[in-house]
């Protein structure tokens, strides 16, 4: 199990006990139904900034058969309709992601990619990666111009699409665990391809987008009808993406890989100069991947071994932060800023250099994992003194975070949890929707390194390790998450978007839980900050962080940045990072579940 750190050795009994006390606590305290929300947090006189947009004291969604957590409405109750169905959880996460394709084009996809973390009652979790690959005739330096400059090429347009993945990967995960037919599970993407009332959500997300889609006549021909963003409440369809649908349905992914829409993917691509061929799609499959695994203060984290950099990342992160005691040093004070930070700073180090496709580098996973390297970077930290991310390798300074990807968190009433992270990676990707088949394709080629040592999209300065290469998979940061308790028992279901900011957003909402005893609600609202190593920076949401705090931080030698709100969104929070899905199984079996406000999300259970 070369993914698998074990747990400590040297923990002490004591404070696994204080710590499993804790939790008691904190299931102890949670509301009756006529209550606002109580948590170990509240009463221990814990309480969110006093500028901050999200309140402590709502009450979570509680149910006893099966929960579905995702960024829409839509989408949250074709997950629900299947449990209802008496489909498990995995027909629901599957129902849930086509949905998202239909309803959230900006993230959810068929063009695109992602990671699936399955943990079924029984306790065996399985990983399955359908990221996109480069195509066969990518090549290292296919994005960079004849002075040796990266271009936008792997931003905008048919360059920027890696072959997708969500199509095969939803396919394998329900034929390996399905328990509805397929046709059931994909009917209600159909139903709502054939037209829905359009929301705040898609109105927002395209007025942002829609200078990009307008570029492409096939893009802005469904999405900006009238050469306009459709207004809520108007009905939305979309008959090319219902017939891919409709073949998917019939056909699985034959039709998608090498049927009537792959022949429409490679005509797109001979139109617009993109490299995709029926070959690439052909050629394209999915893994089942050993999970990561880690001890975080007795709980199990499981989440994404690469070529997502989640699991091993969080992994390294948790095993420094692991030897502060958090929870008393206090949620957002400095100190646990510091800690964080300081921890954040030296893992993304690491992750930013060696971590890569792993079917074509060889990576030190050992290094991620082992006490004693950990031992040797927390040697590094003061807690008098930031250390500069110069000291800890060479930098520059870019930074960009917006939430375009889209993360849904399931379970049934059996206990099979489910947890998905799928991205097209900007909002619309590449902005290039696929002529005759309506949905848009991917840009995640820029999450290779176009040119080692330059930041991409993202601000992540990324290494030779992560350059473009032929069939290769491009690095990423999604992090769909399973956490067991101590005793092993199914626990947290956590995710969200963010980019680079995923690794340190899901480690918050675990933090939160675990060492500060909020519940699902205050897990989920609580503000978050992050560090990537470079830019050498402490971001903070905005309004997040009380002045004493930067003040305190910046003493300790921290440039602290707060998130620029941007202009008045209708839809979403400006200045915000993340869109967490969260789900907590309680000690009498039942579940509590939150949905991220910062993008408008719902959970619904049973
Ligand atoms: O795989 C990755 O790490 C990125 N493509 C995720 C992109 C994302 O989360 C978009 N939101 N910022």
């Known amino acids: 199990m070369p993914y698998l750190r074990k747990t400590r050795s040297r923990r002490s009994g004591g404070a696994a006990a204080f710590l499993a006390l804790a939790l008691l606590t904190l299931h102890g305290c949670q509301p009756d139904a006529s209550s606002a929300a109580g948590s170990a947090f509240l009463d221990a006189g814990g309480a969110f900034p006093a500028e ?18 995702t960024t829409d409405e839509y989408a949250t109750r074709v997950g629900l309709h299947i449990l209802a169905a008496g489909g498990n959880a995995v027909d629901a996460a599957v129902a849930t992601g086509l949905a998202l394709a239909v309803v959230n084009p900006e993230a959810g996809n068929l063009g695109g990619g992602g990671f699936m973390m399955v943990r079924l009652a029984d306790g065996t979790v399985y990983a399955q990666d359908h990221r996109e690959k480069a195509p066969v005739a990518a090549t290292r330096d296919m994005y960079l111009d004849a002075d040796g400059n990266v271009t936008d090429r792997s931003v905008v347009g048919h360059l920027a699409a890696g072959v997708p993945g969500t199509v095969q990967g939803l396919w394998e995960a329900h034929e390996r665990f399905g328990s509805l037919t397929w046709a059931e599970v994909v009917q209600p993407a159909i139903d709502l391809a054939g037209g829905f009332e359009v929301t705040g959500r898609l109105v927002s997300t395209l007025e942002a987008a829609q200078n990009g889609i307008r570029t492409f006549e096939a893009s802005a021909g469904i999405f900006l009808p009238g050469d306009a963003v459709p207004t809520v409440g108007d009905t939305f369809s979309q008959p090319d993406l219902a017939q891919v649908l409709t073949r998917l349905r019939d056909q699985g992914p034959d039709d998608f890989y090498r049927g009537e829409t792959a022949a429409l993917i490679a005509a797109e691509m001979e139109r617009g100069g993109g490299i995709i061929t029926l070959e690439d799609l052909d050629r394209y499959t999915s893994v089942w991947r050993e999970p990561a695994a880690f001890d975080y203060r007795g709980y199990t984290v499981h989440s994404m071994p690469p070529p997502s950099s989640g699991g091993l990342t969080m992994a390294a992160i948790a095993n420094l932060v692991e030897r502060w005691d958090l929870g008393a040093m206090g949620w957002n004070t400095p100190e646990t800023i510091h800690v964080m930070a300081e921890s954040f700073r030296r893992a993304y180090a690491d992750r930013n250099e060696y971590l890569a496709d792993p079917d074509f580098v060889e990576l030190p996973v050992e290094q991620f994992l082992s006490d004693e390297y950990a031992d040797s970077r927390a040697a590094t930290i003061s807690l008098e003194r930031a250390t500069p991310s110069a000291e800890v390798a060479p930098g520059i300074d870019a930074f960009l975070d917006e939430s375009h990807t889209t993360h849904y968190s399931v379970v049934d009433a ?193």
């Open 414 to 606: 059996g206990g099979t949890a489910v947890a998905v992270t799928t991205s097209v990676n900007s909002w619309y990707g590449g902005k290039v929707v696929v002529d005759g088949a309506g949905f848009f394709l991917n840009n995640t080629m820029d999450d290779f390194a176009a040119k080692p040592g330059t930041a991409n999209q993202f601000g992540l300065v990324q290494g030779e390790r992560n350059a473009v290469g032929s069939e290769k998979r491009m690095l990423s940061a999604m992090s769909p998450t399973i956490v067991e308790d101590p005793d092993g028992n199914l626990f947290l279901i956590t995710g969200t978007p963010g980019g680079a900011t995923i690794i340190t957003t899901v480690l918050q909402s675990i933090f939160n839980v675990i060492d500060h005893g909020m519940n699902v609600v205050q897990a989920v609202h609580a503000p978050r900050v992050h560090h990537q190593h470079l830019p050498d920076l402490v971001f903070y949401e905005y309004r997040g962080l009380p002045a004493t705090t930067v003040q305190a931080l910046e003493a300790l030698g921290h440039t602290v940045r707060q998130r620029d709100p941007g202009p008045p969104d209708a839809y979403f929070a400006g200045g915000m990072s993340g869109d967490v899905q969260l789900i907590m199984v309680m000690p009498d079996g039942t579940y509590e579940g939150w949905s991220d406000p910062r993008r408008g999300g719902l959970a619904l259970g049973r």
């Open 52 to 69: 901050w947009a999200f309140a402590a004291e709502a009450r979570p969604v509680t149910a006893s058969e099966g929960m579905v957590a």
